[in-house]
């Protein structure tokens, strides 16, 4: 089976739909990659006409940019595209991206890169593209010929994105986009933004992680298409999307990933888009807490962020990821947002439209999440 590429004319190149993720690569029981079968999923990846391979400086402890490099060198280096990303998290000087992206190149064994995005962007990272030269540095690397596309990916809210468009020139732009964050992160503002700016989107986490693989059983999704296939029609039936990208773990999923690109038809039909935004809204209603995020309850003397630990609880009791949770309410607490700067002093109640008994619910709410925090505290 062959994933058929599409020329994109934004960008002037042909790319199969279906992008390589490895970040989520089978490992050992050391935790190190089982080059073996990543090898095979690659080389399956690669026969099957896809030639978009994504990697990042921290994915698998730097071993996967290590891999992906490796792995590809026996193919023509014009017959794919490497991708990967400068780790915002690790620039504190102006010196610190120069550094980096020369280590990136020893480790990828590139000697330029195809698609290189600034990673992980949003509103509390926004600052250090200008502070620290980022922009201005890759953007010299990119006349110099050693990024062909130059972007950047995002978690963050839609005002930060808009500066970021505003502000700058891009290639293109990744985010995480699928059939339910597309209402609960708002990514389909982000998406029309692009669109707008005549900007490529790149799709990560389509079936969030693996959650749109496992959906309730009241989502009720056809089985013509298994629940992952589904999402993957979803964002593949975007216009502006030029790549969804997807972290494989195993062969099978590869397989699959590869059946659905060559097999299943371009585009959804009325019945099947109107059966995917069933089930979104479905497991949108799935909340032990009746939160809308409206932020009336704001701002707490004490600095308690309401909205967002309630955010963080409801995300958890619909995608029950505990690593996922326990970072987001570790980061809370790390930032003095969490419940425990909390005084139950009530001010907050009288201000909820959906009548919350808010200090109540959190403490509630803080009994199944501070475990999560306390067990993954290392990690924020």
């Avoid at 193919?75 to 000087?93: E, F, G, Q």
């Avoid at 201000?351 to 709410?365: G, N, T």
């Amino acid at each position: 089976m062959q994933v058929q590429r599409v020329f994109n004319k934004q960008l002037g190149v042909e790319l199969a739909p279906l992008g390589f993720g490895a970040m989520r690569l089978p490992t050992l029981d050391n935790g190190k990659i089982d080059w073996g079968h990543a090898t095979k999923m690659v080389d399956l990846a690669y026969e099957a006409g896809i030639n978009y391979f994504d990697t990042a400086h921290p994915y698998h402890g730097g071993e996967s940019q290590v891999f992906l490099g490796e792995t590809l060198k026996k193919y023509p280096r014009d017959s794919y595209y490497y991708v990967t990303k400068l780790p915002t998290w690790a620039i504190d000087t102006k010196e610190a991206s120069p550094r980096i992206f020369e280590e990136q190149l020893v480790n990828c064994r590139m000697d330029y890169f195809d698609f290189y995005m600034i990673h992980g962007l949003g509103e509390d990272r926004y600052d250090i593209i200008d502070r620290h030269g980022i922009y201005d540095y890759l953007l010299a690397q990119k006349k110099a010929g050693r990024i062909r596309f130059l972007g950047f990916s995002y978690h963050g809210n839609t005002e930060t994105f808009k500066r970021l468009f505003a502000n700058y020139a891009w290639d293109f732009a990744m985010i995480q986009h699928n059939y339910v964050d597309d209402i609960m992160l708002k990514t389909g503002e982000q998406y029309d933004i692009m669109a707008a700016h005549n900007v490529p989107c790149m799709v990560m986490s389509p079936i969030r992680g693996r959650y749109l693989a496992e959906p309730p059983p009241q989502a009720n999704l056809d089985d013509a298409y298994t629940p992952a296939a589904w999402a993957l029609r979803w964002c593949r039936d975007k216009s502006n999307v030029a790549v969804t990208l997807s972290g494989m773990s195993n062969l099978a999923q590869v397989e699959e990933n590869i059946r659905t690109f060559a097999q299943a038809p371009l585009k959804l039909t009325p019945d099947e888009a109107a059966m995917l935004a069933r089930a979104r809204d479905i497991m949108l209603g799935i909340k032990t807490m009746p939160c809308t995020y409206c932020g009336y309850c704001m701002d707490c003397p004490k600095g308690v962020d309401i909205p967002r630990i309630l955010e963080v609880y409801n995300q958890f009791k619909l995608f029950p990821n505990e690593f996922r949770a326990g970072i987001g309410y570790g980061k809370l607490v790390r930032d003095g947002k969490g419940f425990n700067k909390c005084t139950e002093c009530g001010i907050c109640t009288p201000q909820c439209p959906q009548k919350i008994a808010i200090p109540e619910s959190l403490a509630a709410v803080q009994t199944e999440l501070e475990p999560l925090r306390q067990r993954f505290i290392a990690s924020v």
